[in-house]
């Protein structure tokens, strides 16, 4: 009886070590120019992997109880205002491309200075686009003058990508 209960313990120990000396996902997955909805990625991109995935995904395909993970694309800095791409993951199979871009313009809120964000998705499984636009509406209190807040609205990609346009034609040395 012991020599069973002592073999029931290796094969656990075997197993539970097996489960932690498997190879974890690591490195960016390589997607073709040809595969990409949104901005192209050049050579002179960087990437990055997040085993788990900040944001949220509002589409339909069901990411219960599973674990989303990205790429982060991000362009060496030529003289234009941040943006870079996520492309997210739920398991290996490709959820959503996300191009999000930052204002050139800072908006002084209660919690200090901030710049408005666009979100540019396009959803794989839905074949869709979803965009999202995070920006500045001036308080109208005498108490916050010249105070923001933000608000996220959803608008049109065509909407997106004329935002998206002026805010890359900006010039970071233009604003010194």
Request: proline residues 3%.
């Amino acid at each position: 009886m012991k020599t069973i209960n002592y073999i029931f313990l290796l094969v656990i120990f075997f197993l539970v070590s097996c489960n932690f000396s498997t190879p974890k996902e690591s490195g960016c997955n390589c997607l073709s120019n040809n595969e990409l909805k949104l901005t192209a990625i050049n050579d002179n991109w960087t990437c990055g992997h997040d085993c788990y995935y900040s944001g949220i995904y509002e589409g339909t395909y069901n990411t219960t109880g599973k674990r989303l993970s990205s790429d982060i694309w991000t362009p060496p800095i030529e003289g234009k205002y941040p943006h870079h791409k996520e492309i997210v993951y739920c398991d290996s199979f490709l959820l959503e491309e996300i191009d999000v871009y930052y204002s050139p313009c800072l908006y002084n809120t209660i919690d200090g200075p901030v710049s408005e964000i666009l979100y540019i998705r396009y959803d794989y499984y839905m074949h869709q686009w979803r965009c999202t636009y995070e920006h500045a509406v001036k308080l109208v209190s005498k108490k916050y003058k010249g105070l923001y807040f933000f608000t996220t609205d959803y608008i049109t990609k065509e909407a997106a990508d004329s935002i998206a346009d002026s805010w890359l034609r900006v010039d970071v040395m233009d604003k010194f």
